[in-house]
């Protein structure tokens, strides 16, 4: 098995139960604000086009929920690995893109609505069927995109 990537912004001494200092409060800049900001606004309408394009009746199972998260964790699986272990440190690629886009792309909210409208109108089986395919195919395609992060990685 792989070992998880380390979050490059985060120093031993920063997590707690390392250090006998207490641990420090982050720091907001303006320009990291921007770029989640900016990557969170794209993110969203990039959504919304999508369920807009691919729009499923509210009864019926949320096969346009299930997708975009599903991609948004493969993608943020593979983010991860890219910004750690294979592209140049870049201050606003992981805030930008990983916060930011893949932030409002993937929204549990959604999801989470998508269940109690599907428990709301009698489709308990449905809904139980949602749940259990958002979980196990998320956390699948989080495998594969740190997977295919590796194998980007091993090559370069």
């Known amino acids: 098995m792989f070992p998880l990537p380390i979050d490059p912004d985060v120093q031993a001494d920063d997590v707690i139960g390392t250090s006998p200092r207490r641990p420090r409060l982050p720091t907001f800049s303006l320009d990291v604000v921007i770029a989640v900001f900016v ?9 919304y086009a999508i369920e807009e394009a691919a729009a499923t009746p509210k009864n ?3 096969w346009d929920v299930l997708v975009i998260n599903a ?3 493969f993608v943020l699986a593979l983010l991860v690995v890219l910004v750690v272990e294979v592209l140049p440190p870049n201050r606003y690629l992981r805030p930008g893109l990983g916060t930011g886009f893949l932030g409002a792309f993937t929204t549990f909210s959604s999801f989470a609505v998508g269940a109690d409208q599907l428990v709301s109108h009698d489709r308990g089986g449905v809904a139980a069927a949602y749940l259990l395919a958002s979980l196990f195919g998320g956390l699948a395609a989080a495998a594969a995109g740190m997977l295919a992060g590796r194998r980007i990685a091993t090559r370069g």
């Open 39 to 47: 990557g969170g606004v794209l993110g969203g309408l990039a959504r």
């Open 71 to 73: 991609a948004g964790a």
């Open 60 to 62: 019926d199972f949320p």
